[in-house]
């Protein structure tokens, strides 16, 4: 069946440095992948995508990786704040009906 | 636009118990899902819908039951409620468009099984 890591339950960095999370899959072919954020309390909020013919993603201070060989994805955020501390979770897609999440990685940016 | 709401925010229930929760989107999409999330689990897909008139199940559907008469509406239902069905419940909605599949979560509803 579908397996979704997220490597490190909790990762903790200083302000301005770039944080690294860690998304790996086995058992399917994702044709793209999504990352969302979590904040107490609240629902997800989509943040990007990328597809699997795509290496790299960026949006402002984000930027995601999709190596299908490793079956792996790389989020990362650079030049981190204290309101980027939420939890991000990965979700590999084959498609509208293919709906797994990772368990998520708590992010906390120390001032 | 409200996006999408749950009703209620928090219910405490006992053993045996049934219950409804309502989604509601306002933004027209097609697809509509109920998650539960746990502490360690993640986000799991208990029912799913494609369109009005249509559900379908998702990874852990026993004990739950779904209902989508209106596309704007997404109702899920325990008959008969459990203590392991203690968890936050989360409704979502995606469409068609784009193709990006984003999925507008709601704020969740934490019910408590006693």
């Known amino acids: 069946s579908q397996k979704i890591e997220q490597n490190s339950e909790a990762l903790n960095i200083q302000e301005g440095k770039t944080a690294t999370l860690t998304c790996n899959y086995t058992n399917y072919s994702p044709a793209y992948l999504q990352w969302y954020r979590q904040d107490p309390g609240r629902g997800p909020v989509f943040l990007l995508l990328?597809?699997?013919?795509?290496k790299e993603k960026r949006k402002e201070r984000l930027k995601v990786t999709f190596d299908t060989t490793l079956k792996q994805s790389l989020f990362h955020i650079t030049a981190s704040q204290p309101a980027d501390s939420a939890t991000y979770l990965c979700?590999?897609?084959?498609?509208?009906?293919?709906?797994?999440f990772g368990t998520g990685t708590r992010l906390t940016v120390i001032p | 636009n409200a996006g999408v709401t749950q009703t209620p925010k928090f219910r405490v229930l006992k053993t045996g118990q049934s219950m409804t929760l309502l989604c509601a989107q306002d933004m027209n999409h097609e697809y509509m899902y109920w998650y539960r999330q746990d502490p360690g689990m993640g986000l799991r897909l208990i029912h799913y819908s494609v369109g009005e008139g249509t559900t379908a199940k998702g990874e852990v559907p026993d004990g739950y039951n779904v209902s989508r008469l209106k596309k704007q509406n997404f109702l899920l239902g325990l008959e008969s409620a459990a203590p392991s069905q203690t968890s936050v419940y989360f409704c979502?909605?995606?469409?068609?468009?784009?193709?990006?599949?984003?999925?507008?979560f709601g704020p969740g509803t934490r019910l408590t099984v006693t």
């Open positions: 979700a590999p897609r084959t498609g509208a009906n293919n709906l797994f």
């Open positions: 979502a909605s995606s469409t068609l468009a784009g193709s990006s599949y984003e999925q507008y």
């Open positions: 990328i597809r699997e013919n795509e």
